[in-house]
């Protein structure tokens, strides 16, 4: 009887809520978009507001990598693909007469340098703003970015929608705050390597949490909630931001300077690759940025190249 019990308020305690909880009450989010694209801003605005209704949701202006002056000192003009090459797969890249521009040994070894991309360069300094307005304000946001999506197919069957987003990221904020995980940061949407599926981390003992893995090195800004202590150390590590942004998390989590962590879905096991309770409405259509490596979007690897 006391196992029936148990199981009965376990299923009671899993029950789908779009109720969020005490932390998440108040918190607000910052909501990424260029002025020049309405369009998606009031698309994902009106998404958030039939799913997420408790949400405070706060515009914030992107910064134009075409029309607005950045800084040197915060965002680089150019990146090297050494530390990425870690993780992300590089080939051979020939110029348009077949020759050999530079190995896939030479991007892992010295690097190769690429300028930033007019729109990775203000991507980045979007998120370098943002990471100053989480530190300034002195409380944790959730950043998105307005490519997000909350209505998707989920690993484990049936639509995700406002109502698992908020129960599993309650889930997660309450498992974090009873276990005593220091977050710096935590991503709702990701892809690439966490706990579970390390590629050079050694491998944790013990039984892994189905909420919450430390991540190794993964990519994507579309979501994430940022604590006021991962906006400092990001801002520390920034001067200047030297990759593209989600390059440049990635490897600060991935050195052990930033406690980053990833959220699950349910459904998502340790051999998926791209996961959580969000996901990119056109990952590789609608997108304001081109990836100066060309990128899994199949962008132009030469065209930014900083010596051909």
């Known amino acids: 009887k006391a196992k029936g019990k148990a199981k009965a308020k376990g299923k009671a305690a899993a029950a789908l809520t779009n109720e969020p909880c005490s932390i998440l009450k108040g918190m607000p989010a910052l909501l990424l978009g ?79 340098d690429y300028k930033f991309s007019p729109g990775e360069r203000g991507c980045a300094h979007s998120h370098y703003r943002m990471w100053k307005t989480v530190l300034e304000a002195n409380e944790p946001m959730l950043i998105l970015e307005d490519d997000v999506q909350l209505k998707f197919e989920r690993t484990c069957g049936g639509e995700a929608n406002g109502a698992t987003f908020t129960h599993r990221l ?38 892994k949490s189905s909420l919450l893995r430390r991540a190794e090195y993964v990519w994507t800004t579309v979501a994430y ?21 989600d390059n440049f ?27 959580g309770i969000v996901t990119q409405l056109d990952f590789t259509g609608d997108s304001d940025i081109k990836k100066s490596d060309g990128g899994d979007q199949g962008h132009d690897p030469t065209e930014f190249l900083a010596q051909k």
């Open 34 to 112: 260029m002025e020049r694209r309405p369009d998606r801003r009031e698309r994902c605005e009106k998404m958030l507001k039939e799913e997420l209704p408790w949400l405070d949701v706060r515009y914030f202006r992107a910064t134009d990598g075409k029309e607005d002056v950045i800084p040197e000192t915060e965002v680089a003009m150019t990146w090297n693909t050494k530390n990425n090459s870690l993780y992300g797969s590089y080939e051979d890249v020939k110029d348009a007469e077949g020759k050999i521009l530079y190995t896939a040994a030479q991007f892992a070894d010295p690097g190769v």
């Open 225 to 245: 909630i940022l604590w006021p202590a991962g906006a400092k150390k990001l801002l520390e590590a920034a001067q200047p931001l030297n990759q593209p942004v």
């Open 249 to 275: 998390m990635a490897w600060e989590a991935r050195e052990g300077r930033l406690d980053a962590y990833v959220l699950l879905d349910e459904g998502d096991t340790n051999d998926t690759w791209a996961g």
């Open 170 to 207: 309650n889930l997660g904020l309450h498992e974090a705050a009873v276990k005593g995980v220091n977050l710096d940061v935590l991503y709702l949407g990701w892809s690439g390597h966490r706990e579970g599926n390390y590629k050079h981390n050694k491998p944790t003992p013990g039984r």
